[in-house]
């Protein structure tokens, strides 16, 4: 189960950013958006600033594979919360203490996107490494893991590969607890 | 009798300390001053002032008095940015920004002849250092200027007096410039031509709008445009004010001078250019076309083959406009703009294409006020005769999320909307669109962009919200792209083209 998207054969096919549409449209399909989900995005890659905040002010979202993909899953009432290591001090009227959200915009629906940003080794002596996007909704669990992180799509190889529901509800609790802990030690700054 | 009065108007918003004044006009005229500086009732009179626009706190203070004594509350104002006037027990402080003059421009001088008085001399202009806040809604909004100036009528707007004070635009053309001041110094109307005598030579002839007493005491003279030689004088008729100066040759040019008759001083005069070989062609209209705003499109008119030139953005903000039927209709007349500056052929790249459209009684039933808006637009835009071919690019899997019905229906009432804006345009073969397609693309996208389709014109447009959406969302953003972005955004639209579904709507 799952895609394989080889850099190679797009690279030689002559449309990089097909790669782009190719890994949305798998993620939207094991994904399926409709009104009302919340997805739980976990990426230690993810610049929330560079590749949602900024594309989604200056009306570029396809710019970024992140803005574009956070554009396709934003139905109405649609939540986000994501947790990654990159900086996050570029948030517009970033608030005092995490969650952080992100400017809302009608061009993602208006959906509510919440930060948290981890730092490695505080947390249970753990590091922070997968990636995965998990959806809790009306039509229940769904998820898929990534490897290696999207951010930098167009220059890799990259791997898809959808969950089971019995994994997807074991890393939505370990999401839940890194998302607590986040909040509870607020960014674990002193 | 001395006709030397001075109006001052000044347009203010309140402050915590009193007034501020965010344009100030004075202007000399052709009237009997009063005895004393005089506020007009309503209009300052016993503090109370004008209000134009309530729910924007703009008002309107006017009083009329001799040059003199205006000029002393200019002088005072401008230096101090401060003018305190006392009615009884009420007390209205006025205030304004830092001021520079602006200096004369080389423009500004083409007429001026050195060493002599012009007739019609430029407005002094004061220029703020920043833009006014308070006002940001006039800046950005050239109507809402025009409701002020009376020039256009809105029924939540009063306008200023007296009539005409101002020219047309220019209050939006001063303000747009930081200028916040302007003190117009007194001239009077005149007008001249050069027509063919009988004797084949040229006379010059032409009208001054003054006085009975300015008439009788002065005469017109016409001199070569560098000043060395005399053509002709002239009396002015007393009772027409109408004067003519035989010139020998057509000069085209020249210098026109009020003499003082008891003196031979000149008072004034200005260099004149006249323009030569003026064709008007008669427009004979047969038909019209009438926008949901009321607004008519001759549609034989004078639009058709004009170039829209590319702009390079348009904002729109709703609540900049003084009520909702006006925000509808600036909207609408800026995407007519850039849908005609994209020239014959026009691509809406838009995944969710125009949104639903759905069918009543056989007639076409739009399913948001965006979708009228731009319909409207798309009507006004193709009653000038220069859209021949549209192609809406979508992706269905978006689209339909949005649509009641099934694809087929969905398609069915498109060919419904082709339809109807055909048949609108029915009788006027250069409205009529050649073609109307609408492509289904395999691939997901999500940015909206307008694209010229054509060979000529390479104009492509970033648009922030989906064509069904920016009436409902308050705003609406459209950026045309640089080159680079440009030729990037027409390569991927393109291939959506090439291998996409296309279906013909007409």
Known sequence: ???????????????????????????????????????????????????????????????????????????????????????????????????????????????KVDVCKYVDKKYCDTGMHDRFILRDGNEGLAGVHIGPSLADIKDKDVSITPYSAPTVATALKAFSDMWNACITNKEWKK | ??????????????????????????????????????????????????????????????????????????????????????????????????????????????????????????????RRQDYPAQVDFLIDEKSNCSFIQGYLYHPSISPMAPAGL??????????????????????????????????????????????????????????????????????????????????????????????????????????????????????????????????RVYLTGEHHGNKYEPIESIRWDASVHPDSNQAEIE????????????????????????????????????TSQSQIIFVNALMNAMARGIIKNITLVGYWAKARRFVAGDQKIFLDNYKMLAKFLQSIFAKVPKAKLESFKLVLSNQTFHDRYWISGGLGTQVCYQVTNSTNGPFEQNELSIRQQNELDSFKERTKISRRIQEGTVINLI
């Open chain 1, 1 to 111: 189960m799952g895609v394989y998207l080889h850099h190679v054969s797009y690279y030689l096919r002559g449309a990089i950013e097909d790669k782009t549409v190719d890994a949305i449209n798998y993620i939207t399909s094991i994904l399926s958006p409709i009104d009302g989900n919340k997805y739980y995005i976990m990426d230690p890659y993810l610049n929330v600033v560079d590749d949602i905040q900024y594309p989604i002010k200056e009306s570029k979202v396809e710019n970024s594979i992140w803005s574009f993909l956070i554009a396709e899953l934003a139905m109405p009432d649609t939540a986000f919360k994501i947790i990654t290591r990159e900086p996050v001090d570029g948030i517009f009227e970033k608030g005092p203490h995490p969650p952080y959200s992100l400017p809302v915009s009608p061009l993602i629906n208006n959906a």
């Open chain 2, 166 to 295: 101002l020219p047309e635009d220019s209050l939006f053309n001063y303000l747009k410039d930081k200028v916040v001041a302007v003190y117009q110094p007194r001239g009077f109307y005149y007008d001249l031509r050069e027509t063919s005598g009988s004797e084949g030579n040229t006379i010059v002839e032409g009208f001054i709008q003054h006085t009975k007493v300015f008439r009788e005491t002065h005469l017109v003279e016409i001199r070569t445009l560098d000043g060395a030689k005399t053509l002709g004088r002239s009396s002015i008729d007393i009772t027409s004010g109408k004067w003519q100066v035989p010139i020998g040759p057509k000069e085209g040019q020249g210098q026109f001078l009020i003499v003082n008759r008891s003196d031979e001083a000149i008072t004034s005069g200005e260099k004149y250019y006249l323009i030569g070989n003026i064709n008007i062609t008669p427009n004979i209209v047969d038909t019209v076309f009438t926008d949901l705003y009321g607004r």
């Open chain 2, 331 to 366: 909207l609408s007349d800026r995407i007519t703009h850039v849908l005609l500056s994209l020239g014959s052929d026009v691509v809406i790249n838009d995944p969710f294409l125009l949104g639903d459209i759905l069918e009543k009684d056989g007639q076409v039933k739009f």
């Open chain 2, 1 to 126: 009798m001395e006709f030397d009065s001075s109006l001052l108007s000044l347009l203010t918003t309140p402050t915590s300390n009193g007034e501020e004044i965010f344009f100030a006009y004075r202007k000399e005229v052709r009237e009997r001053p009063p005895d004393e500086i005089t506020w007009y009732r309503d209009r300052g009179d016993k503090g109370i002032a004008k209000s134009l626009w309530k729910d924007k706190n703009i008002k309107q203070w006017l009083l009329i008095g001799n040059d003199m004594e205006v000029h002393k509350i200019w002088d005072s104002l401008l230096s101090t940015k401060r003018y305190t006037i006392t009615w009884d027990d009420v007390e209205v402080d006025f205030s304004l920004p830092e001021l520079d003059m602006v200096p004369e421009t080389q423009e500004d001088n083409f007429r001026k002849i050195a060493g002599i008085k012009v007739i019609n001399p430029i407005p002094v202009l004061y």
